[in-house]
């Protein structure tokens, strides 16, 4: 990834993360839906997932995203793979920042740059991303953790509803 590029993947990742709090506190759509998505990994229900619920949940995402089955995600696969929030920024007029999070987040999780993801690129992010959402470092994702905290969630919910500038 270029300089410029970096640059600019930084600063939208910043603003992502400094919208955390305020999505934490959102009772919208956006929020439901990354609750459903905590749901579907806490199919024990037990409050929170661990790691290897959350790596076997990544293969299977992977793995639904590869349409043409050759384990690479392009950008095209990446794109079109629906998180369930694309209505929700139709809806808000916000299809071009959807589309930009989605965009910073194939950028950051493309390790080499060189426009696909590989699986093990894939496992990587999930694991980086989830020892971020992991704010109290017990090895669990609690749903506020996952909601406020996992990148995709943020990034597409920042994006449909963006925090007010001050």
Same mark, same amino acid.
């Given at each position: ?11 939208l ?18 929020r439901?839906l ?8 806490d ?12 790596t ?26 629906d998180y369930?929030?694309l ?9 071009d920042?959807?589309?930009?999070? *989605?965009?910073?987040? +194939?950028?950051?999780? =493309?390790? $080499? !740059? @060189? %426009?696909?993801? &590989?699986?093990? /690129?894939?496992?990587?992010? *999930?694991?980086?991303? +989830?020892r971020?959402? =992991?704010? $109290? !470092? @017990? %090895?669990?994702? &609690?749903?506020? /953790?996952?909601?406020?905290?996992f ?7 920042a ?8």
């Open positions: 990834m270029r300089t410029a590029s970096k640059l600019l993947a930084c600063s990742i910043a603003a992502i993360v400094e919208a955390s709090p305020v999505l934490a506190q959102e009772v919208g759509e956006g439901r990354a609750e459903m998505a905590f749901a579907s990994l199919r024990a229900n037990r409050g929170f997932v661990n790691r290897g619920d959350f076997t949940f990544g293969s299977d995402v992977f793995f639904s995203m590869d349409g043409d089955q050759n384990n690479r995600l392009e950008l095209a696969e990446f794109m079109n793979w369930g929030m209505p929700l920024a139709q809806e808000a007029g916000q299809e920042a959807y589309e930009t999070a *989605l965009r910073v987040v +194939f950028a950051f999780w =493309d390790r $080499d !740059g @060189d %426009g696909s993801i &590989t699986p093990r /690129e894939h496992q990587l992010s *999930l694991g980086a991303d +989830f971020r959402a =992991d704010t $109290d !470092g @017990d %090895g669990r994702l &609690t749903r506020e /953790e996952f909601t406020t905290g990148t995709v969630m943020v990034a597409l919910r994006a449909i509803n963006p925090a007010p500038v001050e």
